[in-house]
């Protein structure tokens, strides 16, 4: 309320309401009866601008509403793209430590690890492979141990 009204209830004979209130509570009934006053302004011009001022409203709303929505979606990707991130490491480092204590209780039990297999495997192959070599340039030495059988 300003201070014209108040000497105005004052004159009247009327008790002035805000009077009686203290502090924070006066404060809190004065801000609450400007922003009353701000709403039936706002509505009073609004009927006098008619549908135009409403049209400007939706437009400066749409507007708003857009530019909200394209920040928060380039915000949104760049955190997901900061979990995935984030993500991918933790699981590399929970994969190496298990690998390295699995390939630690293996050794510990005597077992071959994927990379003891593997060179097996390769070894296995070039001796069949020298085999089959041999076999092929000494058909005679085959044949001959076939009859003496």
Known sequence: MSDENQNHN???GRANPLKALTGASRDIRKYTHQIWLAGLGAFARAEEEGSGFFDALVEAGREVEKQTKDKTESRVEEIKERVRH???ETMEKMERAFDDRLNKALSRLGLPNKREV???EQRVQELTQALDSAEEKAPTAK???KKGE
Do not use: V, Y
Request: proline content about 0%.
């Open 118 to 120: 593997e060179e097996l």
């Open 86 to 88: 984030h993500t991918g």
């Open 10 to 12: 004052e004159k009247d």
């Open 143 to 145: 044949r001959s141990r």
